[in-house]
C-alpha cells in the first residue's frame, strides 16, 4: 500500500515562496513517475508539475518558471518549491503516485495566497 503524506502548506502573501514537500512509504519514488495537482474552490483538479522517474519535468503553462518541482530518493520525498506566488495558486495540493495501474493520492496541504 502506498501512503503519502504531504507538509508545507500554509498562507503567504503574494509574490512570496513555499516549499511542499511529499514523504512516501517504500522506493516508490525512483520507480514511478510523481506528481503534484491542486485543487482550486470549485474547480477541476489540475496537474501543477510532474517529474518522470527518469527525472523529465513538465509544468502547467501558468506555473512554468515559478514552480520547480524535484526529488530526493534516499529520503523518499518529493517537494514542489513554488516561488512569486499569485492569488490563482490558492488550492488544495495533492502529491501524487502515477503507476500504469492507478494514481495513489495524498491527503492534500491547503496553500492560501493573498493578495
Known amino acids: 500500500q502506498v501512503q503519502l503524506v504531504e507538509s508545507g502548506g500554509g498562507l503567504v502573501q503574494a509574490g512570496g515562496s513555499l516549499r511542499l514537500s511529499c514523504a512516501g512509504s517504500?522506493?516508490?519514488?525512483?520507480?514511478?513517475?510523481m506528481a503534484w495537482y491542486r485543487q482550486a474552490p470549485g474547480k477541476q483538479r489540475e496537474l501543477v508539475a510532474r517529474?518522470?522517474?527518469?527525472?523529465?519535468?513538465n509544468y502547467a503553462e501558468s506555473v512554468t518558471g515559478r514552480f520547480t518541482i524535484s526529488r530526493d530518493n534516499a529520503k523518499n520525498t518529493v517537494c514542489l518549491q513554488m516561488a512569486s506566488l499569485k492569488p490563482e495558486d490558492t488550492g488544495i495540493y495533492y502529491c501524487?503516485?502515477?503507476?500504469?495501474?492507478?494514481?495513489?493520492w495524498g491527503q492534500g496541504t491547503q496553500v492560501t495566497v493573498s493578495s
Open positions: 517529474l518522470t522517474r527518469s527525472g523529465a519535468t
Open positions: 517504500g522506493s516508490i519514488f525512483r520507480i514511478f513517475d
Open positions: 501524487a503516485v502515477l503507476t500504469e495501474f492507478r494514481t495513489y
